[in-house]
Each structure stands twice: as C-alpha cells, then as structure tokens.
C-alpha cells in the first residue's frame, strides 16, 4: 500500500529470540512497524503492529511497554515486566494492547501521547520464563522474566495532512451497508470516488462505495455509510484506509489503518425516537419533523428523544443525495443539488451512539418549481461609520432582468420587504440598503461609495427589519412566494463581521450556505455594485 507524504511508515525487520543469552544477542524484531502521522510539526504514534516469529505468551505473562527515551541493553535486559526502574517510569508512555485473536504472534499498540520529532523511543518486551505453544524457555535465574527491546524515533513527516480517527464500524440489522464513524482534525472531504477500504486480519482487502463525497467539519464525527463490495465476515477484525482532502487545498491523505472489530447486528427497539417539533411558516410538516421546500435544496428539521445521528436521503430517478446530521437531538440536515419540479422519495433515519438504527420514517416530497436564479454575492453587516451604511449586493444569473416585488431579506423572522418595481438586470448586480444610507460613501471613516451606475434598491427602516448583527446572522433571500433562493450563513465562525470588511462569495461551484464559498474581501475595499475586492 503506497503511503502519501503525510504518513510516515518505519520499518524494522528481523526475528526475536528470548532463548538466546540477552547480553549478547541484538533483540530483532519480524515486521516491526510504526506509523507516525504529521499534525502541525507534532507528530503522533496512533499505531504500532508487532508481529513476532513465534506465538508470544498471554498478556498476563508478558508486557510491551514505550519509554520516551533511549534505553541501555543492560537496562532493558534487567528490567522485570518492562519497568525498567522507579526513577523512569515518567518517562513511560501509556499504551493501549490488544492481541490479535487469530494470530498470537500479532499485538496491536496504541497510544493517545503526543511525541515530538527527534525525541528518541524505546519499546521494550518482557516474558515470563514459561512453555510457550510447548516450548520452555531457559529461566534467566532471577525472576523469571526474560526483557529485551528495539529503539524507535519519532520523525517529522514532510508535511501534514488531515488525520482521521475512526469510532465505530457497524453492520446496522437488516442492511447490506457498513457504518464507519470517523473523526477528522481539521476540514476534509472524503472522496466518493476513491472510497473507503477495509483491511481484514483475514487478509482480505474489501473495496466499498460511500453514497456521496462527505464533508466532516473539524473535530466533528460523522457517519459514513459504505456498500462493502462483499459481506464483511463475523468474527474477522477489520482495519480501514480511506482517502480525503483537506478543505481549499489539493492535499490527498490516507488514514492509518486501525483494527476495529465488525458490531454484530442488534435487534431494532420499538422505540419512538424521532420526535414531534412546531413547523414555522414557510415549513411542512414531514414525518415527525418539518421541511423547507426551495426548487433545488430541500432543509428539513428534526428532534429525537435522545442523543442520535440523523440521516436524510432523498432520491428521484438516478439523482440521490444523503445528509448526515452530528450527534445531538435537535438536527437540522440540507440537501442541495435537486431538480426543480420534481417528485423525491425521502428517507429520516435517526441512529443511536452504537450505530443501531432506531427509528426510519419516509414518504415523497415535491421540489418546487424552478424560481429566477438571483444569489447574495457580498455582505458588509459591520461599516466603518454606522449601521446605516449596511448593505447586502445581490447578482441575477439569469440572462433577462428579474421583479423583486414582493421580495424579501429574512433574518431570523425579522425581515425587510423589497418595495415595488424592484429588479435587478439580467447578468447583472443591485445594492439592497435600508433608508439611511448614503450611497456618496463616508469618506472620512473609509466606507465606500456606491460603484457609479449600480442598482440600488432601499429598504422602508434597517436592512433585515432590524439591521445586520454584529454577532453575525443568517440571511434569506424570499420570493414573493415564500422560495428561499439563496442564503448566507453569516453566523459561521469564519464570517463573523470585522468592521471594513464585507463577505463576498467567491465560489460559485459550492452551495451558497457552505461557508467554504464566501472569503473577506480587502480590509476597506467593499465594492457595493462593483467588482469585488477579494484577497
């Protein structure tokens, strides 16, 4: 397996022979090895597989231990049970053993310690002196332990890449499906294309197909569901590679792998775990939770009785897109990318911390029809001078000119209504401000004017009813009907108002709600009716 340039694999090779007389015998080890993984110049060691010449005895007859230093062979071989002595047990890091119940010649190590590049590393092995598969091993006279070790040292990948931590495979009652729940350090994407692999201890190497390129915020989990290429094997413990990129960047990473074993299925309770919540205007009811219905994105709304992930599918013909909401018990999932007009099957699937699926409701929703393609393109909610100076840019993508009249910016319910004879120009822009604004610009607090020539249309009061928050705030663009068109997640950490500094959305490739479209333009360079003035 090709290992990008963020993982680090070191590679020792050789046999271990407790028999043999430890001062004079170099301990060698079959299949050492250690994966280090690059995050902001500190590495870590989450895996360690040892793998020995012969079957090792139990772990309540023997022991590996990892100090954080380098280890005399006098010491080492001295050592009973791995403690080397009082006065370096500080230096001990904490490991986590499993061995392989198929192969007693195979451990598995794990530690959560973060070690720095260059320090150097030591593991150590002690034995018991007793018959292994039949074999006695020869008493050392002095306990009757037998340690012997090999030198490690952590060292710097060439650079970082996205380090992924899987929770949990599970094969749900009733599917043919796998759920691998994953945790990222940073912004990733997992590529559908590329997919996730399975390792068996068997051996085996399992292809699978995830349903759709997934997005894992930093520091969150989801819930990755795959279609392994042939069932998964009760009682075979499964590692796992997958391949990601890391959030504006081309950088393609693959996880360690770590064994984790298949969940058995488990009979689905009858329990009502999707809740009843109170549509707002503008919702629909929709199986236990409520929908928001726009001609390409449907945003539904959900409540369970208890902690869960939520998942919602929707499909018509060769078109299915998945939204998986994180653990909590409120959840609010957004599928985009849908046909106008058209007739989905929906699924809402809500999934306990052991990756049981407990509750499912589904039924058909229709998208509405197709409505004037006119997106929020720049936001400035925090001027120089005052809130008057607000102003939100709209575009029509649309080759003719569009009626805003009865038009709306919506901000959490507050909202301000677009007056009569609004439009906005095919291919064209238009400023929305509220009644105080002065389109010359303040000059002397740097707030710009109005490009010559632009649209403005002007609100009765303050933009959004109350004015732009500068906390942040979500808006909506409205159709007369009640379409939401476009919307702003201003409340994302990234796009929290810097005073000067507007939000324009400089990738129209994404949806207009992924904060990943939008960038701060120049410090003092918002250009309402202009070009924008990006970075």
Known sequence: MNRPPALLALA????????????????????????????DAVPRVPELQVSFDRAMAPPEASSVMLFREALSPALVTDARDGVVSLGRLANRVPLRVQRDASNPARWWLRTEAVLPPSIPLTLVFSERTRSVEGRPLTDDGDGGVRSTGVALQVIDAPSAGPVLTPALLDTP????????????????????????????????????????????????????????????RAGVTYGWSVAAVASRGALAAEAVPWPMPVVAPSTREALRWIDGVVCASGEQALGGGCVERGDRAVVVRAATTAAAVARLELSVGDVRRVAIAPVGTTHRLRVAGLPPASELRWRLEAWDLGGRLR??????????????????????????????????????????AVSLTGWALDSGGARSVLPDGATVPGQGRAVIVGASFDPRGVARANDPAVQAGARVIVVRGSLAGRGLRDSGAELSLVTATGLVVSRYPGTAPELLPQEGVSVVRADTELDDEDPAAWVRSRDGASSPGGPDALR
């Open 359 to 400: 509750d499912a409701r589904d039924g058909t929703i229709r998208t509405a029809d197709a409505a004037p393609r006119v997106r929020i393109a720049e936001v400035l909610a925090r001027p120089h001078s005052s809130s008057a100076q607000e102003f939100i840019e709209v575009v029509n993508e649309e080759d003719a």
């Open 173 to 232: 009652v009733g599917s043919d499906a796998a759920l691998l729940w994953l945790r990222a350090d940073r912004p990733v994407r997992v590529l559908r294309a590329d997919g996730v692999t399975l390792l068996g201890d068997d051996r085996s190497t399992i292809p699978t197909r995830v349903e759709a390129d997934e997005h894992i915020p930093e520091g969150l989990t989801r819930v990755l569901r795959v279609t392994p290429s042939r069932p998964l």
């Open 12 to 39: 020792l090779a050789g046999c271990l022979d407790l028999q043999a007389p430890p001062p004079s015998v170099t301990p060698q080890l079959t299949g050492l090895r250690a994966n280090a993984a690059s995050l």
